[in-house]
């Protein structure tokens, strides 16, 4: 009983590091050079993020080897900032773009980067463990609207529901 009890407890613990059905992590992925503040551009709704603009996400090496996150956003009706800190680590290996991030405790959701400006590090899709989970972000507070155009339409025809993508204000 102990022995399914603990694979039930493991498999509800890594359910949430999968790759969505025809989405593939960056191969190549420099993670050096990934580091550093990220603006979000876009997203599809979450309740851990809804309301939010000024939306950032810095990224930056902890001393286990692991990936330090501080995602930071405006919360306009309580006009204050919200934070969240959690750690991120490697699932494949760091050349790879796919990651396992834990905001609390024991639970990781995937982070995994499926387009990547590999030549300058200024853009990036990034989804979770479902399509249900998309973010598009940029160095910058803002991007082209040509690449802002094709980076949606890279996730459309993965199947993400992008008609629902919340372009996130930078003031």
């Known amino acids: ?29 420099n993670l050096e050079r990934y580091l550093g503040r990220w603006y979000e551009i ?30 930071r956003g405006y919360l306009e009706k309580n006009k204050k900032w919200k934070e969240a800190e959690g750690r991120a680590y490697f699932v494949e290996g760091p050349d790879h773009g796919y990651l396992k991030v834990s905001f609390f405790g024991p639970f990781y959701g995937s982070y995994v980067v499926f387009e990547l400006d590999h030549e300058n590090y200024q853009y990036a899709l990034v989804c979770g463990p479902d399509k249900s989970y998309l973010w598009i972000l940029a160095r910058t507070p803002e991007i082209a609207p040509a690449l802002k155009d094709r980076l949606v339409a890279r996730a459309a025809a993965l199947g993400f529901e992008t008609e629902g993508l919340i372009f996130v204000r930078h003031p």
Do not use: Q, W
């Open 42 to 71: 876009a997203r599809l709704d979450h309740g851990f993020e809804r309301g939010l603009s000024r939306v950032t996400a810095d990224y930056s090496l902890r001393e286990d080897g692991g990936v330090r996150v501080l995602n």
């Open 1 to 29: 009983m102990v022995k399914i009890i603990f694979t039930g407890v493991m498999l509800f613990l890594t359910g949430c590091v999968g790759i969505p059905e025809g989405v593939r992590p960056v191969t190549d992925f």
